[in-house]
């Protein structure tokens, strides 16, 4: 019964941690994109600037049009300039959500580790002791046949089932199942 409740215990908090994992996952990726998305509205907007602008400056008649060429030059330059350190940004973001996805998973890795030990060391004393303290046959699994066999005469008709039902799903030796089935049909 302790075993299927810390059992579950332990699903129930992988299966958290795993949820948990897959909303940040999720979160991350959300952010990539809208970072994606922000950037690549950015890129438009600056292509629509240069186009306006150099739109402007081949108006026939425009006062800036004597300097369309080295404006444009260095509004070119100006808008490579933007789009490079968008591009840098975007992998620095990139970057950032990788490194906390590693670190978040990491993370994960140790509390499911220090979950699990928390409880395996204590449920391994108490499934000995619950074992030693409830079982008909203290030190069972150390007995050979002749020991175990002295030792069904003072059990009851109770306490012989449960050692045929350990013995069955166990070690499984016939002679101690017969002597078993035998004292349990005999009523002691």
Do not use: H
Not at 153 to 169: G, P
């Amino acid at each position: 019964m302790m075993d299927r409740n810390v059992s579950s215990r332990m699903e129930e908090a992988a299966q958290d941690a795993q949820g948990s994992q897959a909303q940040w996952l999720s979160a991350m990726r959300s952010l990539a994109e809208q970072i994606q998305k922000q950037q690549q509205y950015s890129q438009q907007m600056t292509q629509e600037l240069i186009n306006t602008y150099m739109q402007l400056l081949n108006t026939p008649g425009s006062y800036l049009s004597g300097q369309a060429e080295q404006q444009q030059q260095t509004l070119q330059q100006t808008a490579q300039q933007w789009m490079e350190q968008a591009q840098q940004q975007q992998q620095t973001f990139q970057q950032q959500a990788q490194q906390q996805q590693q670190s978040f998973q990491q993370m994960t890795q140790e509390v499911m580790s220090t979950y699990s030990e928390l409880f395996n060391i204590p449920l391994t004393y108490a499934q000995e002791g619950l074992k030693d303290a409830q079982f008909p046959i203290e030190g069972y699994d150390e007995l050979t046949v002749e020991e175990v066999s002295e030792r069904l005469s003072s059990l009851s008709a109770e306490d012989l089932r449960e050692v045929r039902d350990y013995e069955e799903r166990n070690k499984n030796r016939e002679t101690i199942l017969e002597q078993l089935d035998r004292k349990i049909r005999s009523g002691s």
